[in-house]
């Protein structure tokens, strides 16, 4: 009985020795009867799969297991989907470092004969001070804001345009709301927080820009006074045009 897996490790800090905070494990393969630590808790869709998830504690650190309904012989794939999805989940942040990858068997019986041959993992580096996720390039941008305004009240249509040459996955759209003006909901993003300097947040369906494309997200508000929209935008700590 064993599994072949993935560990990759996510920490607050830039540790490189003891327990991480939250281990990410990515079954490729289980033979016996064998189950991740925890309980199953749903399954999703990483990377073009779909998988079963499972979270517990192993007692140390918290564990997010993605269990592959069926065997998978080899695949390349980034690390970062399966970081974003478990961000996603609460079980990190997007701030956090990723600390190491780590691949091979974990055998409960019979473990002689298995062997990894090879396995290997790429960095790209971003800027450093880039206060978007760690390894996103710098973004080129356009923002367009439209409004429907009535008397104390408004919606606001805000379309983000990816006019760079990569893509941009996930993605958070700063700006300053003017004074006197408060969001009541929105859709399309998560934007908090409801006055002054406020930042919308993509959901999991639409996290992805790709380059020439755009997403759209709105909201509705209130407003004393004049009405004025806001005066610049940033895309992931880039100002947009």
Known sequence: MYNASYDIWLDPTPRTDGVNKTEIMIWLNKVGPIQPIGAQVGTTTVGGRS?????????SNDVISFVAPSA??????????FARETVRRGMAQDDWYLTSVQAGFEP???????AVNSFSSAVNLG??????NPGDPATACKVTYATNVWSGGFTADVTVTNTGSAPVD???????????????NAWNATVTPSTGAVTATALAHNARI?????????FQGT???SFAQPAGFSLNGTACS
């Open 210 to 218: 790709a380059p020439g494309a755009a997403q759209t997200f709105g």
């Open 72 to 81: 998978i012989t080899g695949w390349s794939f980034d690390v970062m989907d």
């Open 127 to 132: 800027t450093p001070g880039d206060p978007g």
């Open 108 to 114: 409960w019986q019979n473990g002689a004969g298995l």
């Open 223 to 225: 407003y004393g006074g």
């Open 51 to 59: 998988w079963q998830v499972w979270t517990g504690s192993n007692g």
């Open 170 to 184: 996930p993605w958070k759209l700063a700006f300053t709301l003017p004074s006197g003006q408060r969001i009541a």
